[in-house]
């Protein structure tokens, strides 16, 4: 019954009476052991607050974003694009407040993402970028080749070369840099 109420909630866009169904839904199956119940009252969480955290981000409000993120990483932890949205949170928050500590924080979900094997590429994609962001070219260098070897699509592949070709010619490393530039094709 809550999880069809939260859906009911959904439809009218009444976000914080279908997170509060899908939550005891979520609550009540795993009391009663119905674990298939449970993730999908816990993905419909997720969702909502992907929602909330996309229009909190997209406002650069990243504290609030990160909060909501976080409570939606919380709810599905194998949620690639949750993740990646509160790591970028926490990155754009470090970013605007000078705040280190919440890009660390950025960084080791981003590494957690990248552990798991079947989201490697996307993974090391936006992590390949949020170091480039940051301008720490040796890790740029350290993981860049990586990063490359990963990609299935042409266009990503080639950005991974431009920034280990930008991170070399920040290091005045200049034949490694024409070597990663000359694998830009997109």
């Known amino acids: 019954c809550y999880f069809m109420l939260g ?32 993730a999908k009252s816990n993905g419909w969480v997720a969702k909502i607050y992907q929602i909330q955290g996309g229009d909190a981000f ?12 976080a409570k939606g990483y919380a709810a599905d932890p194998d949620n690639t694009g949750m993740a990646l949205n509160l790591a970028m949170s926490y990155c ?3 970013m605007s407040s000078g705040d280190m500590s919440q890009y660390e924080k950025g960084m080791e979900i981003y590494e957690a993402v990248a552990a798991k094997t079947h989201q490697s590429a996307l993974a090391q994609n936006v992590r390949l970028q949020a170091y480039a962001n940051k301008k720490d070219y040796a890790k ?10 990963a990609q299935t699509d042409p266009a990503d592949k080639s950005l991974m070369y431009y920034l280990l070709g930008a991170a070399y010619n920040a290091k005045e490393m200049k034949p490694q840099a024409i070597a990663a530039f000359k694998q830009v094709t997109d």
């Open 140 to 149: 740029v260098i350290e993981l860049g080749q990586a990063a490359a070897d």
């Open 58 to 69: 997209n406002n650069k409000d990243y504290a609030t974003a990160s909060e909501i993120f």
């Open 92 to 94: 754009e928050m470090a």
């Open 7 to 38: 859906g009911g909630a959904l439809k009218t866009k009444n976000y914080d009476e279908a997170l509060k169904n899908f939550e005891k839904s979520a609550e009540l199956a795993e009391l009663y052991g119905d674990m298939n119940q449970m």
